[in-house]
T-cell receptor, first 114, second 114 residues
């Protein structure tokens, strides 16, 4: 049963701590994406990766870091430099180059930093 | 600069009636548009899409209309059902957009009342 998994569903951290959000896909997709959702602001792109060992900054990359060591995995680290880390984080994957441009999303991780 | 805009944060419709969700874009290079549906605390799910070579695409109760000259698209849901209550995001992309990136609007929360 193919899909995207994100863990954990809910995550709580103290201010000043780094935290890593997991994203795994078994869809054999080349590209993976991280978005952040805040109320009234839609989905904003943090980082994306088109192939293994390569990734690019999105619109709001400051305070975040990623790695893409395996095709299936694209973890996101929220560092202490991110000023407003509390948000709903969504991971997605796709196969760019196909006509549809459709991205498949995971269930999301709600991060709360206090 | 918001390239994709959904100017109505919310919409309330009676069950059985038509729901019309609107989306405007500014970038004439966009050539593919998608609608996603999102329930609270879940990832968005793909609903329907349209290529810029078409002006209409229909899938069951869902129809998307594209007016390129006005840079406007709309999603029609007929008849609306209570289960359609969710946040709807429009998104845009195109061959110019390396990595298959999608640009999302802010979302419209649809409430279908029995």
């Amino acid at each position: 049963d193919g899909g995207i998994t994100q863990s954990p569903k809910y995550l709580f951290r103290k201010e000043g701590q780094n935290v890593t959000l997991s994203c795994e896909q078994n869809l054999n997709h080349d590209a993976m994406y991280w978005y952040r959702q805040d109320p009234g602001q839609g989905l904003r792109l943090i980082y994306y990766s088109q192939i293994v060992n390569d990734f690019q900054k999105g619109d709001i990359a400051e305070g975040y870091s990623v790695s893409r060591e395996k095709k299936e995995s694209f973890p996101l680290t929220v560092t202490s430099a991110q000023k407003n880390p509390t948000a709903f984080y969504l991971c997605a994957s796709s196969t760019p180059g196909l006509v549809s441009y459709e991205q498949y999303f995971g269930p999301g991780t709600r991060l709360t930093v206090t | 600069d918001q390239q994709v805009k959904q100017n109505s944060p919310s919409l309330s419709v009676q069950e059985g009636r038509i729901s019309i969700l609107n989306c405007d874009y500014t970038n004439s290079m966009f050539d593919y548009f998608l609608w996603y549906k999102k329930y609270p605390a879940e990832g968005p799910t793909f609903l329907i899409s349209i290529s810029s070579i078409k002006d209409k695409n229909e899938d069951g109760r869902f129809t998307v209309f594209l007016n390129k000259s006005a840079k406007h698209l709309s999603l029609h849901i007929v008849p609306s059902q209570p289960g359609d209550s969710a946040v709807y995001f429009c998104a845009a992309s195109g061959v110019y957009n390396q990595g298959g990136k999608l640009i999302f609007g802010q979302g419209t929360e649809l409430s279908v009342k029995p």
